[in-house]
């Protein structure tokens, strides 16, 4: 479905500051995540215990551009394939920090600091495998989305 650029563009701005926001928290917990899979979330625990909220979120502003469809223009078709990308890494990314998060603040997590010999191995496995898939996808939903707003706005 084609829209007028000018309805994409006024709804692109009205979403846009709150999506940037996401964006770069994404990023900033999916790098301290990377940093350091175990104990990185709690650099970031506040955005980390609130990925359901920002998932909620996210997913409002997807509706509202899948309601849109495509611009017209080829600069705004091109912000708009960066925001489906953004969007389909965010699912992963929301659904794999959720993971990471439960996991590396609840039980596994001190067992990875606490314990010896096979309880810590196997803990810090699984909480390093769910960090790091968090941290990958965050960081390329986050990508997506700021490459979209220097394509949407260049400098922006």
Known sequence: MQTDDAEWITAANAQGPELKQIAQDL???????????????????????????YERRSNAIKKVFDALGSPQAQRLRTAKDLLDEYFLYSVFAFQ???????DASGGPGARAMGETGY???????????NGVKFSENALKAGAAAQRAFEVFIPGG
């Open 27 to 53: 990023i900033a917990a999916g790098r301290a995540v990377a940093a350091d899979p175990v104990m990185g979330w709690s650099d970031q625990a506040q955005v980390m215990s609130q990925l359901r909220e």
């Open 96 to 102: 794999w920090g959720k993971f990471h998060y439960a």
């Open 119 to 129: 309880a810590r191995r196997a803990a810090t496995r699984r909480v390093t495998n």
